[in-house]
């Protein structure tokens, strides 16, 4: 059999309630389309992927694939996207949030080359209460503000989920996406606003069964994400989320140092053991947060957290010499050498961090 005419990629994490439901959906709206689906589990633990293989079995436009030892909704999408041979590509939701009676109002524009990418916007005017809880909603006005100001247009829904793009315009934009992208459609848009782009609004129905992923890891993500946009790219998301957990540890250190010294221990007895908490908190913050990509867990983590300290007491002794050595032989003023020497012990612990303790697979 020759290539199917479009493929939908699907990102799935513990959906098993909701696949068979989505292939009866694509089914009823799809007749007269040449489909596949394709699943990209993350190893769910609730027979996700069995359910898409007993499925595949009988159904040939059902297909799976299955990643180990990596999470992410945008990273999950681009390996599906990579993996289909279709002409058109569309990327949902596998929850039922995502009504596939929309995929051939995405598809016209782009057989009729009036656009490279489309995307089903959720009308937010329509959204009921029991869709998007308040907090969520307001949450999503922000983050369109400040998606739309990086796109550089206003758009009705930049953060959607659900959007179809063509092959050919796909596999040329594929390396400039960014590895800690995490909103597919608006890293898309943000860093090939040469692809022609269209919306199409669409109602955003409730959940079928199952819980949302999203949560407070992922707003910090966009968050470290568009300041790495605006700052021109010059200082890289991982890099700026890595500091501002840096700085809420500065907090932490503070905030054990005084009632130490209040109960009477040394400055440096109190010193350390600020400091050796503060590592291991930004160590946790990190895992879950900068580096959540790549996130050790169980007993992997013990090892993690010594390496991470002791690179962290190298970086200290660099802090203090290069800091001393401005010092003296530039006579800098105590301020501007402390914060060389801060810099340097930042710099060192990131880059420990980023090859060292949660290195790419
Ligand atoms: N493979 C994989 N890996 N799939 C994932 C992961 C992951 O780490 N996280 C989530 N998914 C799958 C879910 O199983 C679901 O099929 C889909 O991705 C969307 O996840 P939800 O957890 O249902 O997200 P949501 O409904 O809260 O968010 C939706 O709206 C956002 C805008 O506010 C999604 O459409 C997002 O893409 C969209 O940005
Ligand atoms: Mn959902």
């Not at 079928?208 to 021109?232: M, R």
């Amino acid at each position: 059999m020759a290539g199917n005419d479009v493929a939908i990629i699907v990102p799935v994490f513990r959906e098993v309630g909701n696949i068979r439901k989505l292939v009866a959906g694509l089914h009823a709206n799809l007749p007269d389309i040449d489909w596949e689906v394709v699943f990209v589990d993350d190893d769910s633990d609730d027979g996700t992927f069995e359910e898409i293989e007993n499925l595949a079995r009988c159904d040939a436009r059902v297909r799976g694939l299955l990643r180990v030892h990596e999470r992410g909704l945008s990273s999950a999408a681009i390996a599906g996207l990579l993996s289909a041979k279709a002409d058109y590509l569309v990327v949902m939701d596998g929850d039922g949030q995502h009504d596939p009676a929309i995929i051939p109002k995405l598809l016209a524009p782009l057989r009729h080359a009036k656009a490279d990418i489309t995307s089903a916007a959720r009308d937010f005017s329509a959204i009921a209460n029991h869709t998007l809880s308040q907090r969520r909603r307001t949450l999503s006005l922000w983050a369109n503000r400040a998606a739309s100001l990086a796109i550089g247009r206003k758009l009705v829904d930049p953060m959607t989920g659900f959007f179809a793009i063509r092959s050919d315009a796909f596999r040329t934009i594929v390396r400039d996406l960014s590895d800690a992208g995490f909103k597919l459609l608006m890293d898309i848009l943000i860093r090939s606003p040469a692809l022609r782009h269209q919306e199409v609004l669409f109602e955003f129905k409730p959940r079928e069964t199952g819980q949302s992923k999203l949560d407070l890891a992922n707003a910090w993500q966009f968050a470290s994400y568009l300041a790495a946009h605006f700052s021109g790219r010059l200082v890289p998301a991982r890099f700026i989320s890595f500091l501002a957990v840096g700085t809420i540890g500065l907090a932490v250190h503070f905030s054990l140092l005084y009632p130490a010294l209040a109960l009477g221990i040394s400055f440096a007895g109190a010193q350390t053991i600020a400091a050796v908490t503060t590592t291991c908190w930004n160590f946790w913050l990190n895992n879950l947060l900068t580096f959540r990509d790549r996130r050790l867990t169980g007993w992997k983590i013990i090892p993690g957290v010594l390496a991470y300290l002791l690179a962290t007491s190298i970086g200290i002794v660099g802090n203090v010499a290069v800091a001393s050595k401005i010092h003296q032989d530039y006579a800098a003023v105590v301020s501007l050498s402390a914060l060389a020497g801060i810099t340097i012990d930042t710099v060192w612990k990131f880059v420990v961090a980023n090859t060292l303790i949660w290195r790419r697979k």
